[in-house]
């Protein structure tokens, strides 16, 4: 995809300016009903075009990423344009630098055009927590996109845009991709600078692609990857290539196990048989802890949340629409956070508090770092075993709005299938693996060995052939 | 989890919320507090806990100021609802 118009546009098939402007219609013509987007930059976007028009008049050589257009997760920081992560409390927010990732698109010259809607500082499987609106999935406006990243996944599917960043801390990209039929992918964490992403669990947070095919992810991937001085967890991967002998794949039989819908499972089974055809080795694995993931991630996830969060303390950011009562500093840290945070940032900022507390931190945080550990080795070992673990990338078909809303609990098993690449660290894509019958999307998730991110990439793109549906 | 633990937990949170919003909020989090009990079925005795998401070690750099541009922190000041003579401005303390 971004490979054809990157051709198109080096033989002057198309203009920036026109290649901007057919997808600021596109999402002129689909917005009001997608919802896709918090802040469209259409005056920048078209600026950035004229300017790199004029350039290849005069002759420049075009690199892959020049001229195409993206949208970006509304948590990522980015100069001069309003960055909310989709909450009250930044509502009125403008971003003071680019995030690490924004100044590495913008020096590959790809051009931003817009922001797009999430759940609430990241906090949601479904784009419902977002403080402004909801996004509709492209493939049946009466469901979610899912999320937290539900924003860039529809913009994507949607045509909106060719690719999208988001943010992936428990699933935020893959789900969503998964919901919306596309690829995305969450690279090893430290893998990619978070420097100007707005923290949600700094030891869990990484960026990401959101595209529509695994070879756009890989080139967007090479181009916002790497150390940077900006980030102290971020360090350079190692190319590596695919061993030619043959490959092994892990199935956790775990998956199986846990409320999976049936039409899901019967993909599964299939891509299994197509994976035989194509001589992959498919061997059943067992995750013990697997199943311990989710509970583990929702100990440790609040604990680093309600840290990070403590900073929008109504002095620094942006001012709230309400006058507030109260005349001193504690009423306004109390007033401020209580009407600017939404329920689901509020309940997670409590309970991360909670386990953080006296009498309960030994209990509840430290065992979870511990059951992290173990998780983490887990991974380690079958990966001696395995080169790749193949799983559904959710357990259910994309929902319908409302559906688990007030429900919390049942929101946070949407993530239940890919927690636990968080929690270990290790990298993962979900790619799209046909539809059901209703004709919803669904998506399979690919993990590989911390660190391997390009060889996942390179193993996702035969993948990707093998399940490629009709 | 009851109400009172809940009205401690919102203190030093710093959130103010409704009488209703904190009952629906005790409920939930019983049932999430519910939910995370099951990682007491691992056995976490010979483990050491894990603190961050990287196997990294170490990384020094030289302590030296990198400054976006001239004015940075202004530019970071913009962003603050009240601002006099350079200053953040807050109520009183007390």
């Known amino acids: 995809m971004i490979k054809e118009i990157h051709r198109k546009l080096a033989q002057r098939e198309i203009s920036v300016t026109e290649l901007v402007q057919r997808y600021l219609s596109t999402i002129k013509d689909k917005e009001e009903q997608i919802k896709a987007f918090i802040t469209i930059t259409e005056q920048q976007a078209l600026e950035a075009a004229r300017k790199l028009d004029s350039e290849i008049q005069e002759g420049k050589e075009l690199g892959i990423l020049e001229g195409i257009p993206f949208a970006v997760k509304d948590n990522i920081l980015t100069k001069g344009i309003k960055t909310t992560a989709c909450s009250k409390i930044l509502q009125n927010y403008i971003g003071v630098y680019d995030a690490t990732v924004i100044r590495k698109l913008k020096e590959a010259g790809a051009i931003i055009l817009g922001k797009t809607n999430m759940d609430e500082f990241a906090m949601g499987s479904s784009t419902e927590n977002s403080a402004f609106f909801p996004t509709k999935n492209p493939w049946d406006e009466r469901r979610v996109p899912g999320g937290s990243s539900g924003g860039s996944a529809a913009a994507v599917a949607a045509q909106m845009v060719p690719f999208a960043l988001g943010s992936d801390t428990g699933g935020s990209i893959r789900q969503p991709a998964a ?30 692609p959101l595209t529509l095919s695994v070879e756009d992810a890989e080139i967007v991937f090479r181009v916002i990857s790497g150390k940077d001085d900006l980030d102290s967890t971020s360090y350079d991967l190692r190319a590596c290539s695919l061993p030619k002998e043959k490959i092994t ?37 067992s995750l013990p802890l697997l199943p311990y993931s989710l509970a583990c991630y929702y100990i440790i ?75 983490t080795e887990e991974y380690k070992r079958i990966f001696s075993e395995v080169d790749f673990i193949i799983s559904p990338t959710t357990p259910t078909l994309p929902f319908f709005l409302g559906e688990k809303k007030d429900d919390p609990l049942a929101m ?23 539809f059901s019958k209703e004709h919803l999307p669904i998506g399979l998730q690919i993990t590989a060995p911390y660190g391997k991110d390009f060889l996942l990439l390179e193993f996702a793109k035969k993948i990707e052939k093998i399940v490629a549906y009709e | 989890m009851n109400l009172d633990e809940v009205n401690h937990l919102l203190e030093l949170s710093r959130i103010k919320i409704g009488e209703e919003e904190k009952k629906k909020l005790a409920a939930e989090l019983g049932q999430i507090l519910q939910y995370v009990e099951k990682l007491k079925e691992v056995n976490v005795s010979a483990t050491e806990p894990m603190n961050g998401g990287t196997n990294l070690e170490n990384i020094c750099r ?33």
């Open chain 1, 179 to 208: 919901f919306c039929g596309i690829v995305g992918f969450k690279p090893s964490y430290g893998a990619v600078s978070r420097y100007g992403l707005i923290a949600l669990a700094s030891s869990l947070d990484v960026i990401g």
């Open chain 1, 249 to 285: 794949v892990g199935i956790p039989q775990e998956c199986f196990s846990q409320g999976l819908d049936s039409e899901i499972k019967e993909n599964m089974e299939k891509t299994i048989e197509k994976l035989k055809a194509a001589e992959i080795t498919i061997k059943t694995i």
């Open chain 1, 412 to 434: 946070y098993l949407s993530d239940i299938f890919t927690v636990s690449a968080n929690i270990a660290g290790v990298p993962a894509i979900s790619i799209p693996s046909g």
């Open chain 1, 301 to 375: 996830l609040p604990a680093e949340a309600s840290a990070n969060l403590a900073r929008y303390d109504g002095i620094r950011y942006s001012p709230l629409d309400t006058e507030l009562e109260g005349n001193d500093l504690l009423s306004l840290y109390y007033d401020t956070r209580g009407l600017g945070f939404g329920s689901e940032v509020r309940r997670r900022i409590v309970l991360g508090t909670f386990v953080l507390s006296r009498g309960y931190y030994e209990a509840f945080y430290k065992r979870a770092q511990k059951v992290r550990k173990l998780i």
């Open chain 2, 62 to 94: 030289a302590d030296k100021v990198k400054q976006e541009s001239p004015d940075y922190s202004g530019y970071l000041k913009k962003a603050a609802p009240k601002i006099e003579d350079g200053y953040f401005k807050i109520p009183p303390i007390f």
